[in-house]
């Protein structure tokens, strides 16, 4: 379910906002709604930022790596009795950022999982030939 939402947008920013979404091939309001979804997100946790890259725009730290890649290195310790702490200990994350990241995937846990599950699949493919 969706609901329309009427905006009034200065004329610049308006046309600022048309040329950025024609040149990513995207529709005016596509491009407003991604904008809104991803300044809630950071408004909701602001250590997080959105990024483009090869396989889409993802989640990532400010300044750091991307949030699925800390989720991977978080579940890939889990034989640790810290994992947070070890973490912590081998790289140049803190454990505030790490846990950041937690929230941030406990909020969007499929978009995280799908992530690794993308490196995950991609590293195994890439192995085996």
């Known amino acids: 379910m969706s ?7 200065e004329d610049g920013l308006a046309e600022r906002l048309r040329l950025r979404a024609r040149a990513a091939g995207e529709t005016l309001s596509a491009r407003l709604r991604r904008y809104a979804d991803e300044g809630v997100r950071r408004d909701e946790h602001p250590p997080i930022t ?6 889409g725009r993802r989640a990532g ?11 991977m290195w978080i579940e890939d310790l889990a ?3 810290d994992r947070l702490a070890t973490l912590a200990q081998e790289s140049v994350l803190t454990r505030a950022q790490i846990e950041a990241v937690l ?3 406990a909020a969007y846990p ?7 599950e993308l490196h995950r699949h991609g590293t195994a493919l890439a192995a085996s030939a």
């Open 3 to 9: 609901e329309n939402v009427s905006v009034r947008l």
């Open 50 to 55: 959105f990024r483009d890259g090869p396989t």
């Open 61 to 71: 730290m400010v300044g750091g790596p991307d949030v699925w890649e800390v989720a």
């Open 79 to 81: 034989a640790e009795p």
């Open 103 to 105: 929230r941030y995937r």
């Open 110 to 116: 499929e978009e995280v999982d799908a992530r690794i």
